[in-house]
Structure formats: C-alpha cells, structure tokens
C-alpha cells in the first residue's frame, strides 16, 4: 500500500508538469533550471564537479569512495531544448553509487538556438575528449534519457559509421526514435506527462531545416549493425512506449544484443522520481546490465592477450 501511495503523491504532480510545458516560456523554464542547479544536493554519497570537454560543457559525478576506471557518459533528456536539470544530477549520482564508475553529464547545445546536429556534435566530441583522456572504449558505456536516448543511439551510429571504437553498451529510457511521425496522440490515449503541442514545439526546434528521415535524427530509419549491447527501458503508460519497442526490434533483427524492459503503470523517464520503487528498479537493472558489459569487455582483452 504505501508503494502504491508514493506512486500516487508523484503521479498527482505530473498534470502540473504538462502544464509549465506547454504554458512556461522557455527563456522562464532555462531561468529556473539554472537556479535549481545552483542548490542542488546530489545525495547517495557522490560529489559533483564541472568538466570542461573540448568546450562542450558538463559535469562529473563521482561515486562514494574511490571510483572505478569505468565511466557512464550520461545524455539528459528535455526534449532537446532544455538543459540539464537537478532531477537529471540526483539521478546520476545514484547510477554513480550503484555502478562504482563516475558519471559525465554532458550539457550539449539546445534547441532551438542550436538545432541539429548540435547536440550530436557535443556528445561524440564529449565522447572522443574521454578517450583522449586515456579512458579505453570498453571502459566507457552510454546512456541517455528521452531525447538524450536518442542521441544515445546517435552517438552510437556515428561513432561507429566514423570507425571510432565503441563502448562496452548502452542503455536508453523512454528513448525518443522517430521524429519524423506528425501524429504525438494515440486515439484514446492521453501521456500523463507529454502534451502533444510541445513534443510537437520539441521535434520541431530540434530539426529547423533537417530532414527528420536522417538516421543520426529518427534512428529507426538506420543502420544498427555492429552497436554494442543495448537496454531499453519505457514505460507503459507513455506515448514513447511505441517508439522503444520500435526501436528494439530492429536493433535485434540488426543482430543487435537488445532487451527491452517495459515497466507497468510508468509513465516517461519515471526513474527521475527517485522516491519510486519502480525507479530504484530500473536503475538498478541498467546499473547491473552496466557492470556486466564492462566486465563483459574486460575478459575479451584478457583472453586476447
């Protein structure tokens, strides 16, 4: 019952959510997102620093006492337009703690000021900068929420269409997979949290000019050969249910290792809410998928060498 009660207390602050999206003026929303960066607390033990990548901007979480020699490069969601958020942080540092590896939050370039391939650009720059640093490709995975999920998959098709190594895997929440639909609703189906207008104003400002068939923009028009393992988490009360599926699929008849988790009752990037038990699952569950690639990686070389 009191699982049930926390899940309610949280559910009851979304329609709140649907309405500063669509009535907040960005310039507003960017403006309280920097305030609340500015106090925000991390917990879990972690400790945050900023981090200069190449010029493209971001933050490192660390987990509690001495952390691996892994890495999670972490792409925050907000429809491509917003920044990263304190939510965003807090999550982090639990992956943080759970995994034993450090977090960079990679604060890429919004739209609409800066549309595609914008962020693109900034994550695989942020990614190259971590290898320059010297940390190897098996020990560095992705991950990504919403639009950061989409630009997980990006990075991905890049990296490798590029002939850059590849991280050990990747996870993806609620990942958003095609942009190239005009249709946000579902007939008798109303998203607890996404309102139609702005995923409409976030695709949108995300392409300007771009066609949104472009493979490293809609991913399920492209080529997912030779990604690495891939965990895909959505949740079923969410419009972006579809889209993780979708992209599932093809990933697997890609001959792609992917598994897809789709968590009941949960609506879009759930495991920002980390007083959901169903979040602590989830992260859990990447966090565990996480380790075991890194392993994974570790004793190919091993058995090479």
Known sequence: MKMLSTEWSVRA???????MQTFVPLSMAHWLLKAGMARVRLGYGAAQRPVTADGVGGVWIDPP???????????H???FVYGLTPLHLQMGAYLAMKTGAR???VDYRVAPKHPFPAALEDCVTAY?????QGVPARHIAVAGDSAGGNLTLATLMKL???GNPLPAAAACLSPVTDLSSKNHTRPGFKDPLLPPGAMKFYNEAYLASSDARNPLISPVFGDLRGLPPLLIHAGEDEILRDDAVRITNLAKAAGVDARLEIYPRMWHVWQLNLTLPEAVQSLDDIAGFLKLHYESADAIILEKG
Do not use: A, M, S
């Not at 602050?13 to 309405?19: E, G, K, Q, S, V």
């Not at 190259?128 to 320059?132: C, D, E, F, G, V």
């Open 103 to 105: 977090i960079l939050e």
């Open 65 to 75: 006492g001495k952390p691996t020699d892994k890495v999670v490069l972490y792409l």
């Open 13 to 19: 602050c979304l329609p709140l959510i649907r309405f």
């Open 160 to 162: 490798r269409d590029d």
């Open 77 to 79: 969601g907000g429809g």
């Open 128 to 132: 190259h900068w971590l290898l320059r």
